[in-house]
């Protein structure tokens, strides 16, 4: 169950890092934008994956609130 564990932290993280940092550098701030949400939103799929390979909800909250929050601003266009 750990490896498990491990497993999604580290997709979790490497979508994280590379979406953010790939949205921020775009020069077009649309292409950016829109970069932004497929990276959240693949964050939010590794979230709800860890929850449902574990057994533990918990994942979901603490692994996708932060993109769920960020596309909810995105949404907004905040």
Same mark, same amino acid.
């Given at each position: ?12 993280? !490497?979508? *994280?890092? &590379? %979406? ?8 077009? +701030? ?5 970069? #932004? ?12 994956? !860890?929850? *449902?390979? &574990? %057994? ?8 996708? +609130? ?5 596309? #909810? ?6």
């Amino acid at each position: 169950n750990a490896k498990k564990l491990a497993a999604n932290q580290g997709l979790y993280n !490497g979508f *994280l890092a &590379t %979406g953010l940092l790939w949205s921020v550098a775009h020069p077009n +701030s649309d292409s950016g934008r829109e970069i #932004a949400i497929f990276f959240n939103s693949c964050v939010a799929v590794a979230a709800l994956f !860890g929850a *449902l390979s &574990t %057994g533990k909800t918990r994942i979901l909250y603490m692994q996708g +609130s932060p993109a769920f929050l960020a596309l #909810a601003a995105l949404g907004l266009n905040l």
